[in-house]
């Protein structure tokens, strides 16, 4: 069905039409739609799952953790302070091996308090073994929550759906909204590496020899490594169930024969589509690679797509003491770059400043590390 | 083609909404729209900003809009705090609320006109004491988007339930009548 959903709401109907079984959320802005919505669908017994209301995100993703680890589809969703708030538990959720889903809006880390998006906050479960992903509009929103549930439950790792906030999450866009049947169809029985049941308990994360903690982080390892084959094979049979594929953990965009090449993610890469059409028929070739995920990272992809061309890396993010996320992931995995640092507290960057920059970048008037706008850094 | 719309309104005049409701009506016209409201926190009386996309092909930006090709005013006293010249490309129009077809507009922009609290008031579309202006602004609008009547008065209709839903189709379907060129330039 074509419909007009923000994507917020987006998600909320994913979570649905993927039978999640709880929920567990603290409110805040700019994730709290998608709670309240999913609080309304269980209200109104359109869902067959449980709301669990909590005093914190600590607690939420803690409640989550534990219906997940007895054997239900599970989702909970936050942002910015509140992902901060249960961070310790991102990383007790990543190592007890429990597929969930997770949607981050990302939104600014303060002070000062800012509630518009850049994506610090997501790339902060960096480390910890969660799959990242990073929609581009409110569809791919959609179709990344339906998809996670499925990746999470095979790779036997939680899945984070990442949305900006605000142009995604508060935009109403139009989205092709599958019918139940399809999703059941498509989306198997939930499975996972194990389960705790009162006739058979187990103990989970409880002390251990130190060997213990070193195989684990090396099987998530591996399984991480071997996620990457399967993010691509579900991308392409979602392809085939709802005609929609977008390239598994990146998505190329006029990238071939492009002698110039961005790579970027999240929300305004449409609008840096928007400006490499406008300089394609100025005759610049420029290209994108657009990251669709972040964990596991696609170095082989980088490495072939990349491959002798001039590279500028744009982030909406900085790492203190050194360049921007992003920039710094993808010099691991070809060298050289250029990076741009914009957008940061959710200072709105368009086609116009995507225009001027990927130019610049050609002319070669951007510095190595380059703050965007320059104007407004003197 | 791609259409932008900015509209300029209080914060609970219902600005966000008023975009809902043409993207609605776009969409099941078929077109791909866009409805994006004032990003931040609520600003019940302060002036806000929400934008709307209408477009053929989808559409893939997501930033604001820094110059709108129609700007819907929904207050006469905004244009004493904008300049409407900088928020304008240059084929441009106004759809300005205003019960004063006098107005002197020395904009030099192409203005319409449409009583919406008028209708509003005479709907006794009122909440908390103040009209609800948008569902008639939305009417004004549609003849600029070139969307039908019927479609807005629809997405009204998913929009809004019962009476409501009927008041609101009403208030929209006399500001598509009753919307003016101001002579006055």
Redesign the interface.
Known sequence: MRTLLTGNYAVAEAVKLSRARVIAAYPITPQTTIVEKLAEMVEKKEIDAEFIRVESEHSALAAVYGSAVAGLRSFTATSSHGLLYMYEMVWWVANARVPLVMAVVTRTIGPPWNIHTDHTDLLTMRDSGWIISMAENVQEAFDLTVQGFRISEEAGLPFTVGMDAFQLSHTAEVVDLPSQQDVDAWLPERRQPYRIEPEDPVTVGCIGPNEYTAKLRCNMAREMEKAKELVNRVDEEFGKSFGRRYGGLVEEYRLEDADYAVVMTGAWSGDAKDAIDMLRKEKLRVGMLRLRYFRPFPQKELRKLLEEKEVLVVDRDFSMGHMGILGIEVSSAIGDITNVIAGIGGVDVGVDDFKMMFRKFADKKLRKIEWWPEEMFL | MLTETMILSFGGQGGVTAA?IL??AA?SGGK??????H???ERRGSLVRSYLRLSDK???????I?KADLLAVFAEKILRIVDVNELLRDNRQIILNTKNEDIKNKTGVKCYCIDAAGIALNLNLVAAGWPIVNTAMTGAMARSLNLSIDSVVNAIKQTFSGKLAEVNAKAAEIAYREVRLCETF
């Open positions: 809902r993207a609605l969409v791909y729209a866009q409805a994006i409201p990003f931040g926190a989808p559409i893939r930006r997501h930033s604001s820094k």
